[in-house]
């Protein structure tokens, strides 16, 4: 697994952790341990994702770094990412 | 008797009197039609109904205009007698014969209609009541592991492990054969 693919499979990992997270926290908007939970992992998936973007584009539109070029557009559509 | 709109849950907003005469009248209205000597159970309506009959319920002009097919006579439906489905009489989509005295749907039926006279509510009996515990924060698993079990919680791995159809569920497939 080269080194963008584990950055990808760190960002989905913990996306859906999050995810999880809300899900719970919908039902439990006062447990602070998931509260805790959440707050550690929106810190990682940020991370995750600040260092794919610096290295590999955008993963999301929001993550246009380049003032010269739309790079959304030349980046590997998500169907196209193990090809 | 009143209908409290105001309270939270369909149960809170009426009270059993007011559910029992809803479902009755509700029955009523599906299965006789007041004014119609020939049986038709549609809506009162002032329009056409669809059903080869014209007119409404209501009386004067009621005259039923059978077309074809029907063997039970009421409608003019051309179907099959065994598979005569008066969608107009209930609207439950089940295909039962539409027969003033055998439109009665048993509550096994699993068609939806509430118009059997085994129908637990309106022998007074409640109404079902769903049960489900309050989740806790507990045995979270790691990440990856969430990732393989495609939940962050341990007490919400139930594996599903299917099971060859024998062909008897409805679904439509040949029984066996995946």
Known sequence: MNEQRKLQRMI??????????????????????????????????????????????PITIYGNRNCEEWQWVKEPWPWEFNA | MEYRKN????????DDAFLRQMLEENAQEIRFGEAC??????PFSTEQTGCGCRKDRRGEEHEPEVRSGCSIGICGRNRRADEHDHEFRSGCGCRRESRPDE??????????????????????????MVYSPSQEWREILEEEEAMVHGTLFRELIFPWYPTACRGDNNCGCQGGQR
């Open chain 2, 103 to 128: 439109h009665e749907h048993d509550n096994t039926s699993g068609c939806g209609c509430r118009n059997g006279r085994t129908n637990a509510v309106r022998e007074g009996h409640p109404l079902a």
């Open chain 2, 37 to 42: 000597t020939q049986r038709c159970h549609r």
């Open chain 2, 7 to 14: 309270m939270r849950t369909p149960l809170d907003r009426v």
């Open chain 1, 12 to 57: 989905e990992t913990y996306s859906f952790v999050l995810y999880e997270t809300a899900l719970y926290l919908d039902t439990h908007p006062h447990c602070r341990a998931a509260l805790e939970y959440y707050g550690k992992y929106n810190a990682r998936l940020k991370e995750a994702m600040e260092k794919y973007e610096s290295r590999f584009g």
